[in-house]
C-alpha cells in the first residue's frame, strides 16, 4: 500500500528555516516523479515544486532559491529545505506523487504545518 | 502562468441531485486537467485525470468533459460522503496551477 507521511513543520520566524520530510513506504520514491503543494490557511492549493524521477527540479516563482527539493534514495524520503522564509509561506505542505501516466497527483500524504510568525 | 477559475465558489445541494462545477483556463490546455476532492483537514484525492478519465476506486457518479479551455465535473446523485470542496488543476506546464475550489454544501 502506498504511504506518505510528511514531518517537521513547526512554528518558525520570518526568515528563517525548516527541513521538511516525507516518508515513504510501498514504493520507490527514486522511480517516481514527486512534488510538493502546499496549502495556506483557507485557501487554495499552490504547487511549489517537484523532483522528476531522472533528478530534474522544477520550482514555483515564489519560492525559486528559497527551496530545495530533493530525496534520499536510502531512506526512501523526499525533502523540501525551505529557507529564508516569508509570513506567506505559511501553509500546509503536502508531498505527493507525480503520476507517470496520469499526469496528476495521484497520492498525498496527509501534510505538514508550516507557520511562520514572530 | 495559466489561471483556472472555478465556478460557482460554492454551492447548495442535496443527497440525491445532480451537479455540475466548471473550471476554466486562461488558455488552451488540451486535456490535461485534473479534478480532486478534498474534505475538511484531509489531504486532496485525485479523481479524474486527462479531463474524463476516472480514477481507479472512484465511484462512476464523478464524471469529467472537456478540452482546450472549458471543462466540466458532475456528480450525478450525490451522496452524504461527497460533500467537500473541489478543485481542477491544469497538468498542461508548469507551474501546475489549481481552481480557487467549489465548496458542495448540504
Known amino acids: 500500500e502506498v504511504q506518505l507521511v510528511e514531518s517537521g513543520g513547526g512554528l518558525v520566524q520570518p526568515g528563517g528555516s525548516l527541513r521538511l520530510s516525507c516518508a515513504a513506504s510501498?514504493?520507490?520514491?527514486?522511480?517516481?516523479?514527486m512534488s510538493w503543494v502546499r496549502q495556506a490557511p483557507g485557501k487554495e492549493l499552490e504547487w511549489v515544486s517537484i523532483?522528476?524521477?531522472?533528478?530534474?527540479?522544477s520550482y514555483a516563482d515564489s519560492v525559486m532559491g528559497r527551496f530545495t527539493i530533493s530525496r534520499d534514495n536510502f531512506k526512501n524520503t523526499l525533502n523540501l529545505q525551505v529557507s529564508s522564509l516569508r509570513d506567506e509561506d505559511t501553509a500546509v505542505y503536502y508531498c505527493?506523487?507525480?503520476?507517470?501516466?496520469?499526469?496528476?497527483?495521484?497520492?498525498w500524504g496527509q501534510g505538514t504545518l508550516v507557520t511562520v510568525s514572530s | 502562468d495559466i489561471q483556472m477559475t472555478q465556478s460557482p465558489s460554492s454551492l447548495s445541494a442535496s443527497v440525491g441531485d445532480r451537479i455540475t462545477i466548471t473550471c476554466r483556463a486562461s488558455?488552451?490546455?488540451?486535456?490535461?486537467l485534473n479534478w480532486y476532492q478534498q474534505k475538511p483537514g484531509k489531504a486532496p484525492k485525485l479523481l479524474i485525470y486527462?479531463?474524463?478519465s476516472l480514477q481507479g476506486g472512484v465511484p462512476s457518479r464523478f464524471s469529467g468533459s472537456g478540452s482546450g479551455t472549458d471543462f466540466t465535473l458532475t456528480i450525478s446523485g450525490l451522496q452524504p460522503e461527497d460533500f467537500a470542496t473541489f478543485f481542477c488543476?491544469?497538468?498542461?506546464?508548469?507551474?501546475?496551477?489549481f481552481g480557487q475550489g467549489t465548496k458542495v454544501e448540504i
Open positions: 488543476q491544469q497538468s498542461y506546464t508548469t507551474p501546475w496551477t
Open positions: 510501498g514504493f520507490i520514491v527514486s522511480s517516481n516523479h
Open positions: 523532483i522528476y524521477s531522472d533528478g530534474q527540479t
Open positions: 505527493a506523487i507525480w503520476g507517470h501516466s496520469t499526469w496528476s497527483l495521484e497520492y
Open positions: 488558455q488552451t490546455i488540451d486535456t490535461f
Open positions: 486527462s479531463a474524463s
